[in-house]
């Protein structure tokens, strides 16, 4: 007689092996919860909260919220700094053919620009820090 499990037959000499190594793992998962709350217990016991010092369990669980609650802003934000990102070359794109056209209608023309003032060299200033490809 063959036992399936999962899309492996297994022999009948398999199967106390298989058997055996469940009961293992569901030992250990019990072994492991017994743990956590044994841990759990004796901080409790050992940190009562006081003296405004919280407790190391709580803070764990506000860590483990703050943690979720992270992944999911990033989750959320993540095609926002993409979008920004493609914009921010699309602006750049724009700007550069811009200062092209502008150069260029001076050469046609024979004009020039007068400098720029303080106010538009900090703008610039600003531009460029902001937008290195310009």
């Known amino acids: 007689m063959l036992l399936f499990l999962g899309a492996i037959a297994l022999l009948p000499t398999q199967q106390p092996c ?10 250990a998962d019990s072994d492991l919860d017994c743990i956590l709350y044994r841990l759990e217990y004796e ?4 940190h009562p909260d ?14 483990s919220a703050i943690k979720s609650r992270y992944q999911t802003l ?6 926002i700094a993409v979008e920004q990102k493609e914009t921010k070359g699309h ?17 046609l023309t024979d004009m020039e620009l007068s400098p720029l003032t303080e106010e538009e ?7 460029k820090s902001h937008m290195p490809d310009l």
């Not at 298989?18 to 030992?27: A, G, H, I, P």
């Not at 901080?43 to 050992?46: A, H, S």
């Open 18 to 27: 298989v058997q055996q190594n469940e009961t293992l793992f569901q030992k």
């Open 43 to 46: 901080i409790k016991n050992n």
């Open 50 to 63: 006081s003296a405004g010092v919280k407790n190391p369990v709580t803070l764990l669980k506000e860590l």
């Open 74 to 79: 990033h989750t959320r934000f993540k095609p």
């Open 91 to 107: 602006i750049c794109v724009i700007l550069n053919k811009t200062m092209t056209m502008i150069q260029e209608l001076q050469k």
């Open 121 to 127: 060299k900090t703008a610039e200033k600003q531009l």
